[in-house]
């Protein structure tokens, strides 16, 4: 896959304002590009952008988390820091890289979430990750599925906190952007503070110097994964105890956080707040968050604007790579939330018997319902 096929990437910070209301060109990354010379914070050097955004960011979650859903949420913030789906080291060394790792310019700053426990593998996919232009390194220690557990990776790495160290050291060794940690707060019926406490001073000292906390043990047995992020109890506490005892480190806390309240609150105590499915399910939220979390300019788009953006991004995709528009449309179902019309306005979206129907053509018609309850 040779850079010649893809649109040179966005230079400025002001030219991408400047059009993203006409234009919804979608630059892809490949890894003889130049990341210093994309995204939305040029100013700012590139081992520096993840940190800057860090501040309120929207947490890997598999099977939403991929480009398409970046694009959107980046089209409502400038700011937050995206994370990739974790991407197994076996996908990297086996798999099919350009498929997992390309991404879009204008999704920066953008972490790529690795999983794996076998140093030498993780230090390769991270040096593949900074190739491609990702500004940070994200190692998950948070997962706790069964089918992450048989591959040795994910919350039950909590258990081996030299083991997390090794891997952390070996990424850090090769690359030049953050390496980061996510992870819980301790795993089964571990709910001991020096458990977390213990784990975060041991792989710090290895050169981590930024840890995303969800607030929740991680039950490896007996619970899914949704249970898993429903049952344990939040505990924010912990965390919050953990900035205190490590204040040169950067700590950000994850779990259960959905209203602007809350994000202020654990920022006036801690250094970042990861949303997850709130960030999801009601993707406008995003709209406010460069204003209130990050003292930028509002958000000038309105809901209109950004479904006609996407779908001239789903057009993009579907002349270049084949993307179906439906595998898009299906990240940006949440945007009309509260609003008159908005559930005849899904239903259109996802009406599988519109799928032979160009984006436009779909929007229009999800649009007449709205319009007629405004008249």
Known sequence: MGASRWYMPILWHSMYHRDRKNSAKSFLMTPNENPENTGLQPDLPRNQRATEGMR???APMMDWT???CRYLHRLLSRHALLYTEMVTTGALM???VPRHL???AEEHPVALQLGGSEPADLAHCAKLGEEWGYDEINLNC???SERVQRGAFGACLMNEP????DCVKAMVDVVGIPVTVKHRIGIDKIESYEFVRDFVGKVSEAGCNTFIVHARNAWLQGLSPKQNREIPPLRYELVHRLKHEFPDLHIAINGGITVNAQV????????GVMVGREAYHNPWWLAEWDAKFFGAGEQTLTREEVESLMCDYMTREAAEHGTHWWSIARHMLGLRNGLPGA?????VWSDHRLKTLPAHEVMALAREPAAAHAA
């Not at 030299?162 to 160290?165: E, K, N, P, R």
């Not at 559930?343 to 239903?347: G, L």
């Open 56 to 58: 309120v960011s929207v």
């Open 66 to 68: 991929d480009r398409h």
């Open 94 to 96: 086996h798999g099919d």
């Open 102 to 104: 390309r991404f879009n």
């Open 142 to 144: 948070g997962c706790p």
């Open 162 to 165: 030299q083991l997390v160290a």
């Open 264 to 271: 202020h609150e654990h920022l006036r105590l801690l250094d």
């Open 343 to 347: 559930r005849r306005w899904r239903q």
